[in-house]
């Protein structure tokens, strides 16, 4: 479960887009309950106006994440793919959860075009899966997370890339860092590093 993080995700500003490129922390999910950790800790994040991308391809389990963060929330009932409804709204106690999924979006302007624009107003935390799909044209997330499946890990693991674009988010990785998803490097300029 080993991640290694890189020193320049710091910076004094809300967002870090204005800075190079985060480079993102890089690991291993080993199974179900490794994604039901790292959703524990993401969940104590969360907060309205969170924004959270997850990329990968097809059965890389970024629903599944969905669905432990959702359970670390609180929530008791079905979590459903929203790939037909490209959205599936959650009403929990601390705050709304707007779920997308993008994969099945017309053309990169659909989101606006289909009103989805207003779950970025800040008043929500939004989940999308699939931002790829809409172009560029999403505000930048506080986390994103890629996830991918790897023919030389088993079956149910996953390559795991994390980057963070805000303070916020940067907490949130360094929470995902302190929690175990990594060795700790005598530098603390150094951050982490896969063992």
Known sequence: MGLSH??????????????????PAQGVLKGLDATRALAEVIARYL?????LYLSGDLGSGKTALVRELLRSLGHRGRVASPTFALIEPYNL???????????????????????FEESFDGRAVVVVEWPEQAGGGLPTP?????????PQLDENARRLSITAHSELGLACLSAVLDAGFCD???SPHSGCAAP
């Open 6 to 23: 890189h020193p320049n995700m710091v910076s004094s500003s809300p967002r870090l887009s204005a800075l190079p490129a985060p480079s």
């Open 142 to 150: 506080d986390l994103h997370l890629s996830l991918a499946i790897d």
């Open 184 to 186: 700790r490097v005598p």
């Open 93 to 115: 106690s601390r705050f709304e959860l707007h779920h997308f999924d993008f994969y099945r979006l017309s053309h990169p302007g659909a989101w606006r075009d289909a009103g």
């Open 47 to 51: 907060a309205p106006g969170f924004r």
